[in-house]
């Protein structure tokens, strides 16, 4: 059964129940890009050290629309939509590079890193002939320049140019768990795109479902890394949109309930040939040895033993999702620290011990939900808010999530 636009209502008024036709609406789709991407949210878009001298710049995303980070010769950064104002090219095509001036390829017309029109290829024509008319006004033509705030070494964009600070707007429970990695300058060690083939909000559902990490993840569990029975908790700021899942390994380990419940990712007869992989080093003195965070509506800071990442999800369709992974350390960290940081990310990225499992995932249900436009997901471990709670036995930032969503989009 499939239902008609004019019958697609989300009824229930609560977190538990989400309807499936959400991740296969084009019209939620075009709904999403105007009040979360292009409305007032703050997306992550850089890190502050991926530009380092004037006229770097970085090509990313707001949504799936491309925009460009740079520094101008102030040493500020800007966010400029990567449109062009001629004929809608895109401005900048390589992932990084440094410019005096941004200029398209289809017809030469050029910007300074304010984003503001400053030539136009035979704008006065040829021999006399054709151009521009008295009327065209370059200062109506420069790129679409986005809010942009820099904190604490990331870079945030919103189309909306009242948007709170950040720190206001992560809430001050999320924004001390950001702090917490992000205490003081990073290096990039590494950066990889992984391609889902699942709606968007599916990973990000999946990324806040610490109920599933120890069940799905066979790395996770057989190792100790992560298990439910760990001490660690969920920690949702009241808007419901940002979140922190954390977790610390103890040893020895007991673990009763899950020797009865026959975990297919519970397997005793693996071994590490390197346990290098198992190797933690306590950097913030705190026993935290996992921790995710997410930022609404799409951001991610990963903390997995001592392996650091964001990971920038990027909507390319109903049934299509890319994760821009950039793998960080510290500035000031020794050697064998970043060795340990480099092992330990062969656990996420598109062939990652952990990360291949969700990747597979959101598939599963994409796949599966066809036709099934009028059913709901159930949502409800843990309750039916999205407080903070001391388990991680819980749904309750996915449900946390939503009740952003629902105020956002108004649904």
Known sequence: MTLANDE?????????????????????????????????????????????????????????????????????VRVLENRCAHRGAQVCLKRFGNAKRLTCV??????DLDGKLVGVAFRNGVRGEGGMPDSFDAAEHGLRRLNAEVYHGLVFASFAADMPAVESYL?????ERVKRVFNRPVKVLGQTTQELPNNWKLY????????????????????????????????????????????????????????????????????????????GRDEWGDGITLQILTVFPNFVIQQIQNSLAVRQVIPRGLDRTDVNWTLFGYADEDEELTRLRVTQSNLVGPAGYISMEDGCVGGFVQRAIGGSEELDSVVMMGGEGAESQSTRATESSIRGFWKAYRATMDL
């Not at 809430?171 to 924004?175: C, E, Y």
Request: net charge negative.
């Open 106 to 111: 289809y017809h030469a017309w050029s910007y």
């Open 204 to 279: 990000v559902e999946n990324v806040k479902d610490s109920y599933h990490a120890s069940i799905l993840h066979t790395f996770f569990t057989t190792f100790k890394i992560n298990r439910l029975s760990q001490s660690g908790g969920i920690l949702v700021d009241d808007s419901g949109g940002n979140h922190v899942s954390y977790s610390k390994i103890e040893v020895p380990s007991d673990d009763p309930d899950y020797d009865v419940a026959g975990l297919r990712s519970d397997q005793d007869g693996l071994r590490l040939r390197d346990t290098t992989m198992l190797a």
């Open 8 to 76: 697609r209502r989300w009824a229930d008024p609560g977190l538990t129940r989400v309807p499936y036709w959400l991740y296969r609406d084009p019209e939620i789709l075009a709904r999403e890009r105007e009040r979360l991407f292009m409305g007032r949210t703050w997306n992550y878009v850089a890190l502050d050290c991926e530009l380092p001298e004037p006229g770097d710049y970085k090509t990313s995303f707001v949504g799936d629309v491309p925009v460009i980070v740079v520094r101008g010769p102030d040493g500020e």
């Open 171 to 175: 809430g001050p429970v999320i924004a």
